[in-house]
């Protein structure tokens, strides 16, 4: 049986893979923020000139879905890899994010 996955765990675990390869130097912020970015363009790629309808059952054709899941893998793992870097926990950004969007819009 695997251990469940946690946000530490595989900031952990994307930290030593860059450490064996000595990638750290190339890590910066403005690196890393510029990867995220790419990836996340990578992810709009596939989407780019599909329809809403098509957009909405993207995952039922296997090789996209495949494609679709492994840009989202490579989005967040840049993510949290800026994160890691500049001491955010994104769990309690998010939760404090959300926090302020529901006074910004109540219902």
Known sequence: MT?????????????????ARNWQPYHTPKNLVAAL?????????????????????????????????????DVLAYLLQLCEVLGIDPLAALDAKIDRNERRFPI
């Open 3 to 19: 251990e469940p996955l946690d946000v530490a765990k595989l900031q952990r675990r994307l930290a030593e893979f860059a450490a």
């Open 37 to 73: 970015s790419v990836e996340a363009s990578e992810l709009v790629e596939i989407f780019q000139w599909l329809t809403p309808e098509e957009s909405a059952r993207v995952m039922t054709d296997p090789d996209t879905a495949d494609r679709v899941t492994d840009e989202v893998a």
